[in-house]
Nanobody, 125 residues
Framework: QVQLVESGGGLVQTGGSLRLSCAAS????????MGWFRQAPGKEREFVAA????????QYADSARGRFTISMDNAKNTAYLQMSSLKPEDTALYYC??????????????????WGQGTQVTVSS
């Protein structure tokens, strides 16, 4: 089993920044893909960004590219999502997830094996 714990969410004004963290524990692996997804009320869960381990290849949704940066601290088994220039439409519950089996980047939620409980991000206008 793998446990993922997100933190760093909160309330921020439009144009502000937040950094989300996702700490992994349990039967972790040095070779996997960690991703961030989000889900707003009444909407489907959507891909935000992903990063491979150990080579740190990245992939972003169009909505995140240029404003968000995903990174990984391999020694701490922790992934980060630095979010800048936040907009009200970024308001959502943000989840991190991990995909084992291959290090191919994947935007599909069904490809990920373990999920955290989520951290709320609210951007006020």
């Amino acid at each position: 089993q793998v446990q993922l714990v997100e933190s760093g969410g909160g309330l921020v004004q439009t144009g502000g920044s937040l950094r989300l963290s996702c700490a992994a524990s349990g039967r972790t692996s040095s070779s996997n893909v960690m991703g961030w997804f989000r889900q707003a009320p009444g909407k489907e869960r959507e891909f935000v960004a992903a990063i491979t381990r150990p080579f740190s290849n990245t992939q972003y949704a169009d909505s995140a590219r240029g404003r968000f940066t995903i990174s990984m601290d391999n020694a701490k088994n922790t992934a980060y999502l630095q979010m800048s220039s936040l907009k009200p439409e970024d308001t959502a519950l943000y989840y991190c997830a991990v995909k084992y089996g291959s290090t191919l980047l994947n935007m599909a939620a069904v490809a990920y094996n373990y999920w955290g409980q989520g951290t709320q991000v609210t951007v006020s206008s």
